[in-house]
């Protein structure tokens, strides 16, 4: 799988709200891009990830 651009390892069977928490980030801070199409928040905890799955995990920040 492709994380950000990047090959990665991951576990068999992981979810993509699996992912965000591992990656330390809130599900309610991020927005997903998986296989070019960007994925609702609620799909999160039911999107099972593929070994060729490409996935964009972007986080909001603040600033001003």
């Known amino acids: ?11 068999e069977g992981m979810t993509v709200s699996e992912l965000v928490v591992e990656m330390g980030f809130s599900e309610a801070m991020v927005a997903v891009e998986l296989n070019l199409d960007i994925l609702p928040r609620d799909s999160f ?20």
């Open 1 to 11: 799988m492709k994380l950000n651009g990047e090959k990665i390892e991951f576990r």
């Open 45 to 64: 905890s039911s999107t099972v990830l593929k070994e060729n799955d490409c996935i964009e995990v972007v986080r909001f920040v603040g600033g001003g």
